[in-house]
Nanobody, 122 residues
């Protein structure tokens, strides 16, 4: 089970930190990721982190502004979002990879949280 929190309303240029609490599987064995879906658009990849946390990946539009991290001792993943823009407005979803100790890209994820709304006002 994946449960996101930390969303909300923020002014452009502001910051938010999303959290994803995981349960039900060995968290430290799986790559994790963040996706988002804006109204009328398809869900898109935002960021991913390998099971050790040693590798991180970002979509181009958030590079330099967002940071993904994880705390395997707390079974929790984070997304620090800085310099937020109105185009970052979306429902943000936490995701877990389908295969342990394995990550090749955004298509590896098959478990999803319920999402948390992020709204950036201009």
């Amino acid at each position: 089970q994946l449960v996101e929190s930390g969303g909300g309303l923020v002014q452009a240029g502001g910051s938010l930190r999303l959290s994803c609490a995981a349960s039900g599987r060995t968290f430290s064995s799986y790559a994790m990721g963040w996706f988002r879906q804006a109204p009328g658009k398809e869900r898109e990849f935002v960021a991913a982190i390998t099971f050790t946390g040693g590798g991180t990946y970002y979509t181009d539009s958030v590079k330099g502004r967002f940071t993904i991290s994880r705390n395997n001792a707390k079974n929790t993943m984070y997304l620090q979002m800085n310099s937020l823009k109105p185009e970052d407005t979306a429902v943000y979803y936490c995701a877990a990879a389908r295969i342990s100790y394995y990550y090749t890209g955004p298509n590896d994820f098959n478990s999803w949280g319920q999402g948390t709304q992020v709204t950036v006002a201009s």
